[in-house]
């Protein structure tokens, strides 16, 4: 099986500051191991401060590891980075574009970005015009970045990190501070580079939802190190003990008071999500037994006049997972 990205007890110890005559240190990664097919959409996850982002500055040269090393794309970090380099094209989460120029246009960004990654000028040219029609900026290609909303520039961060046609992606946060439409419009943009143009994505977030729709296989961090590692419904079948179902809501007077409704039901648990959809709006509930559950919460929305689509069993959530792995909650 041909791996583009795996690390080999990948660790990073950063120095701090002394104190009573000894130097502290905080192990940010601690002998990592982790190996990602080529073409995968791979999920790290981890509260603040597991070292998820020094993990990827790692992986990306940015930061040099104090023991072990990894190989991306074939090429190790340590003795090849140059070529690592040329292998992938990163994407720092952050609001309003700043990596950006905003006093030129998307085409000319791209253009800079193009040179300094030594594209040649003709097929510099070629690409910048594929990727504004990919990524829907053709008719906005001269507008200044300025001037984009925070979805278009997120889409021109996103054709940047494309511009030498990496093979693989590092993704950090690419939603972060984005509203709702923006969000759904660049998670259909990551499914479709990876199902379409084959990349290979290593993607971080802290959105739940999102990691379980784009995401093939997850890598839970904690405290430096990888404590899971599978796909997310095996995932969800290690906490058979976890029981929720799902109610979805097409019509009510208040989604705050409806979601505090049933969060103090003596049956419910929590509310371990709630999402806005197309549909309505659906709500999961952690329960006690969920065969009990799902007539006593029927019958509370219908005796309140809220108009339910469905109520369902369904297994533990992303979210569930997340938090009985990282905190040790048990219930």
Known sequence: MEYTVETFDLTKVFKGEKEGGKRLSVKAVDHVNIKVRRGEF????????AGKTTLIKILCTIIIPTEGTATVNGFDILKEPEKVRSSFGWFHGETGGRSLYWRLNAEDNLKFYAYLQNVPRELAKKR??????????SKDRHKLVKEYSTGMKVRVMLARALIHN???LFMDEPTIGLDTISAVETRKLLKALSVELGKTIVFTSHNMYEVEQLCERIAIMKDGRIIADSSPSILRDMLTDIKAI???????????EIIGMLANLSIVKKVSETRNESNGLVIRLQVDDEYEAIPIVAERLRSRGVKVASILQVKPSLED????????ETS
């Open 42 to 49: 791979f999920g790290l996850l981890g509260p603040n401060g």
């Open 128 to 137: 910048i015009d594929a990727l504004l029609d990919f990524f829907e900026l």
């Open 166 to 168: 990496p093979p693989i």
């Open 246 to 256: 799902e109610v979805e809501i097409k019509e009510c007077w208040s989604h705050e």
């Open 321 to 328: 997972i997340f938090v009985r792995l990282t905190r040790g």
